[in-house]
């Protein structure tokens, strides 16, 4: 069975069995697809300054009609590093909307925002599904995004044993849970055999579970 690393900004190699989301920031062109290759395609917050907000919208609301073109984001908000938080809240809120007009899920990047995260949710109140990527709380945090019917995306922090990422991924429900590489250099498979280990079931068996929530949340992974 093939794995999933479900953000990603590297290509996998064709030899890899690999389906990827490869993350494309604004304003870069969409790149074409290969088979397996998928693209989501947002504003990352690490990415506004020293471009004008209209412009980058115009370009997520154009790629966000394209088919290969599978998910909206990463967009979000981010406390640490970025322009001022109603900058950065305005955009997000924006590529919400274009979420729900183009009905295709949003990746979220929230870095010490989670409670901001969390309350546009529910005021915004959406009908795609949102999946928070690099998934790094304890697990009290990750209770409180399952509540509100978020999916969570985990990254190569629970390689680290003592991270509290790891618990959570322990603990996290079979049905909202996947996988990702993000930026770093880490294996997809080195990710998957880690992620078995933790949670006490066979490699296979993760596969079939990722696959499973990553087709329910974008059925185009289906065809592959
Ligand atoms: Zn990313």
């Avoid at 290509?11 to 790149?31: G, H, L, M, R």
């Avoid at 997520?60 to 950065?88: M, N, W």
Wanted: hydrophobic share 40%; glycine share 6%; proline share 7%.
């Amino acid at each position: 069975m093939r794995y999933l690393d479900f953000h990603t900004h590297t290509w996998p190699e064709e030899s890899q069995d690999t389906d990827a989301i490869i993350s494309c920031v604004a304003p870069e062109p969409v790149c074409d697809q290969r088979t397996g290759v998928f693209l989501s395609y947002g504003i990352h917050p690490w990415y506004i300054q020293g471009h004008d907000p209209e412009k980058l919208l115009g370009h997520v609301r154009e790629a966000a009609h394209f088919t290969r073109v599978v998910a909206i984001g990463e967009a979000g908000l981010d406390k640490v590093k970025g322009p001022p938080l109603d900058v950065q809240k305005r955009l997000f809120c924006q590529q919400i909307e274009i979420s729900e007009i183009v009905k295709k899920p949003l990746i979220i990047h929230s870095v010490k925002a989670n409670n901001e995260v969390l309350k546009l949710r529910k005021t915004m109140n959406p009908a795609q599904p949102w999946i928070i990527h690099g998934f790094s709380g304890h697990p009290q945090e990750m209770e409180q995004f399952l509540e509100a019917g978020f999916y969570l995306s985990f990254g190569p922090k629970i390689l680290y044993p003592s991270n509290k990422a790891a618990e959570s991924f322990r603990q996290v429900p079979e049905d909202r849970f996947l996988l990702e590489t993000d930026h770093t250099n880490k294996s997809i498979e080195a990710l998957y055999d880690k992620a078995a280990v933790i949670r006490e079931i066979s490699v296979k068996a993760l596969q079939e579970a990722i696959r499973r929530n990553g087709e329910k949340l974008i059925p185009a992974l289906k065809r592959g």
